[in-house]
Nanobody, 123 residues
């Protein structure tokens, strides 16, 4: 049974940093593309970042480029999202997801999803 558990969310002020973690069980992380998505109230779920199984190919949404960094630690079966210079518009529930192929890594076509962690950025 595959499980993705996000953690690290919270309430911060604009300009602060947070690091989200996604611990995977039931799958070998090194064989999966891992992605981070977010969903704000009243909005559709949107792509944030993705990293290939090799870690060589990395994608970011334009809105987070230069502020967010995705990384993975296959030994810990965990993927991270370091978020710096947070803005109020980053407020959302953040989800991690896993898929086997790099194709369409920036879309929601992932096989497995976590339950999400809330990030709230106050102005």
């Amino acid at each position: 049974q595959v499980q993705l558990d996000e953690s690290g969310g919270g309430l911060v002020q604009a300009g602060d940093s947070l690091r989200l973690s996604c611990a995977a069980s039931g799958l070998t992380l090194s064989s999966y593309v891992m992605g981070w998505f977010r969903q704000a109230p009243g909005k559709e779920r949107e792509f944030v970042a993705a990293i290939s199984w090799s870690g060589i190919r990395i994608y970011y949404a334009d809105s987070v480029k230069g502020r967010f960094t995705i990384s993975r630690d296959d030994a810990k079966n965990t993927v991270y999202l370091q978020m710096n210079s947070l803005k109020p518009e980053d407020t959302a529930v953040y989800y991690c997801a896993a898929k086997r192929t790099i194709v369409a890594a920036t879309t929601t076509s992932y096989d497995y999803w976590g339950q999400g962690t809330q990030v709230t950025v106050s102005s």
